[in-house]
């Protein structure tokens, strides 16, 4: 099973794309699905866009009272590419809590932390 993560402005509405324009509220217990014969692509209305890192969801849709966050299964054709993938096919599985999302930051702060201890340690 592949997961994902998936922001959307209060009201369950993507904030950002080509989806914007249809302002049509996510149903949380729905399976999306796009039919297209066209070729999966970024940045394009060929499917629906979540990142595979929590922490980078919040570069598209920034840490607010107007946003939330969700865990997503995806369920069909995929294609990952830098910080964002597109998925023909995705269900939510359950809503990302505040805890949840400030021990992530807490564990990237950490991250990034050890790596300039480590590269400390490779200089000296």
């Known amino acids: ?10 009201n369950l509405c993507p904030n950002s794309g080509s989806q914007k324009s249809k302002q049509i509220p996510y149903d949380l ?5 796009i039919v297209s014969d ?10 629906y866009h979540y990142c595979n890192d929590l922490n980078n969801v919040f570069g598209y849709y920034p840490l607010n009272r107007n946003n939330r ?8 054709e995929h294609l990952d590419g830098g910080d964002k993938s597109i998925t023909r096919s995705f269900r ?5 809590t505040k805890e949840e999302i400030t021990n992530s930051l807490k564990q990237k702060s950490f991250k990034e932390i050890l790596k300039v201890l ?4 490779e200089e000296y």
């Open 1 to 10: 099973m592949k997961i994902g993560y998936k922001g959307l402005d209060k």
């Open 29 to 33: 217990t729905q399976v999306y699905t």
């Open 38 to 47: 066209k070729e999966l692509k970024l940045c394009t209305d060929t499917g």
């Open 69 to 76: 966050y969700f865990e997503i299964e995806i369920l069909g």
């Open 92 to 96: 939510f599985i359950r809503e990302i």
């Open 118 to 121: 480590r590269k400390i340690q």
